[in-house]
């Protein structure tokens, strides 16, 4: 992937719930890479392409609203 093709979404989610979406993101096979938590802000990054991006925001939309999950800001 070179880095013209890279996007990020940076999401937040409590901690008790991180290990649970990263179970589901596993699931859906090479959509996105969970990296860098920072345990002030809870806020996770989702690295993908430019081409999964949409993607990737609708499987976001689709979480179950107790997982907690928002989205911060996109880094593309």
Do not use: H, K, Y
Request: aromatic share 4%.
């Amino acid at each position: 992937m070179s880095t013209q093709d890279l996007a990020i979404i940076v999401v937040r989610l409590p901690a008790g719930q991180v290990v649970r979406f990263q179970g589901m993101l596993d699931g859906e096979d090479g959509l996105a890479t969970l990296r860098c938590r920072d345990p002030e802000t809870n806020e996770q990054q989702l690295w993908t392409t430019q081409g999964q991006l949409a993607e990737l925001r609708a499987w976001i939309d689709s979480l179950p609203d107790e997982l907690q999950v928002e989205m911060v800001r996109e880094e593309v």
